[in-house]
């Protein structure tokens, strides 16, 4: 008797994901970790098969669409039978000199090359000859989970010994999230039902509900209203794209900065990320001005295991960067104020209902509203607060980290903060038809973070 594959349908959230490729913008969700040395193939296979594939399922089932009249039965994860590794696991030599530029062409060039659907939708390239060490540049597709739980999927295939691998004692790193109190304040807002009818607890309760109520309003109608500038930034979106990064910025300068000025470690590297699209916008446009960014934040229970079906369940919030023409000192401050007043919004429940409910509409109009949405901003920036300590690939250290979120419709320019074990790395994903020349925004945040510690 032939044995059924085993599958799973697609959360209504996930299936917006699923439909959303497009030549310029696809929805793949991009890693890469710099490793020390050399990886050992036979090792990190076991690593894959062992806290991957026989954990998370999705990893071992591929989209299937759903059948009926007008799409009524739901698209399905579905196994596939006698998974070969191979496929998804792909050995590349670069050829001398193997240097930063050589790994950022071969990223930049998977940038726009659609997963194939006939096989689970992820991709992971160890990738040898680097002039220091090797890579890991994995691609996975959003259908599967959002950026913050995948982050903390490939974590878990991490370790905090040499040997941890075979010896047994393996631990994933505690989660960390980015925006832990955009996170928290967000769950303070939520509405809730009194447990009790008590008259202050419903005049407590009135009140609450006004206050949200209003400031509600102002964040939905910030989402509704807010439109990405024409600048040097903007543009219809091609199929191209490209991958620069930083390298590793010591995370204790930064946070010196932020002890000075009574910001945190996000507002000072969001500010910098702020004075370095203005510094572009003059030296293309000759003026400068804000620049709407995504922001994602995590709602799922931190302390909580991921499922196994993983999946999406984030928000969004809309942050006006301040790149106006402010001098550093000052473009600090006002990123610092503009954080503050999302961290007391609702905005992250608000978008949160939003994409369930836009999940729920059907392909047609799923697309259209989501591209509605992108237009909002230029891109989506990430801000992830990685291990504290150094971590182990299959006996290998990890040197540091990148990732990239996909952006949607004609969003152009995405951005990637990721700390790790005492530094900072900042990596841009560009459009190369609108930034065709992504080094001198990197090369400008870098001056921004200078500026900022002699302010």
Known sequence: MTRQPR??????????????????????????????GPLDRARFDHVVRSRLLDVYPVFS???????????????????????DLDQHVHEVHLDAPGDDAALQAYVSGFLGTPLPRDRPLWDIHLVQGLREGSAVYVRLHHALADGIALTQVLLSLTDETPEADRDGTHAPPQPHH????????????????PKMLRPERVRRG????????ISGVAALRKLLLTSNPDTA?????????????????????????????GATVNDVLVAALAGALEQYQLDHDGHA???????????????????????????????????????????LAETKRRMDVIKRSPEPVITFALIQGIGRLGARLSRALVTFFAGKAGGVTT?????????????????????????????????????YAGTVRVGFKV???VVPDPDRILGAFHAEIEALASV
């Open 289 to 331: 001005v804000d620049i709407p960014t995504m922001i994602p934040v995590n709602l799922r229970p931190m302390h909580l295991p991921l499922p196994r079906e993983l999946g999406n369940r984030f928000a969004l919030v809309l942050l006006m960067l301040p790149s106006g023409r402010l001098d550093a000192a000052d473009r």
């Open 206 to 213: 009135l009140l609450e509900g006004l206050r949200i109520g």
């Open 383 to 419: 801000n992830v607060p990685g291990p504290r300590e150094a971590r182990y690939l299959a006996g290998t250290r990890i040197g540091s980290l990148l990732g990239w979120v996909p952006g949607s419709g004609e969003q152009t320019v995405g951005t990637c903060i990721f700390t």
């Open 233 to 261: 930034l903007s543009g219809a979106a091609g199929a191209h794209k490209a991958a620069v990064w930083s390298e590793p910025i010591e995370l204790e300068g930064v946070k010196q900065i932020a002890r000075a000025t």
């Open 7 to 36: 599958e799973h349908r697609v959360d209504p959230v996930d299936a917006i994901w699923l439909g959303m490729d497009r030549p310029q913008n696809l929805m793949v969700i991009e890693a890469l970790m710099f490793l020390d």
């Open 431 to 433: 459009d190369t038809r």
């Open 178 to 193: 980015a925006l832990a109190d955009v996170v928290q304040a967000a769950r303070r807002v939520a509405p809730e039902v």
């Open 61 to 83: 089932r591929r989209p299937v669409p759903g059948r009926g009249r007008f799409g009524a039965r739901r698209a399905r994860w579905r196994d596939v039978p006698d998974l």
